[in-house]
């Protein structure tokens, strides 16, 4: 079992920066592909980015391809979405999950978080 706790959502202005951190604990979060989601009201949870378990392969949505980025420190069992030049369309709950292999689908993830809030004013 993985618990996951995502933190460092908030209210930002356009153009602005957030850093998204996903804490793990449970077993081996070393083992396990991670991924992020959002979700708007009204709209299917969608994928942002995901992680292989070593770090070394990244994927992105079309979407935040150039403007997020996705890395993990597997020493603090923590993985990260540094998100730059926020847009207001980036505005949703964002989870974090796991899963043991690498995907893009939501419904492959084994494991959620609670979710964190982002807003981003225009």
């Known amino acids: 079992q993985v618990q996951l706790v995502e933190s460092g959502g908030g209210l930002v202005q356009a153009g602005g920066s957030l850093r998204l951190s996903c804490v793990a604990s449970?077993?081996?979060?070393?083992?396990?592909?991670m991924g992020w989601f959002r979700q708007a009201p009204g709209k299917e949870r969608e994928f942002v980015a995901a992680?292989?378990?070593?770090?070394?392969?990244?994927y992105y949505a079309d979407s935040v391809k150039g403007r997020f980025s996705i890395s993990r420190d597997n020493a603090k069992n923590t993985v990260y979405l540094q998100m730059n030049s926020l847009k207001p369309e980036d505005t949703a709950v964002y989870y974090c999950?796991?899963?043991?292999?690498?995907?893009?689908?939501?419904?492959?993830?084994?494991?959620w978080g609670q979710g964190t809030q982002v807003t981003v004013s225009s």
């Open positions: 999950s796991g899963r043991l292999g690498y995907s893009t689908t939501a419904t492959e993830y084994d494991y």
């Open positions: 992680i292989n378990y070593s770090g070394r392969s990244t």
């Open positions: 449970g077993r081996a979060f070393s083992a396990y592909a």
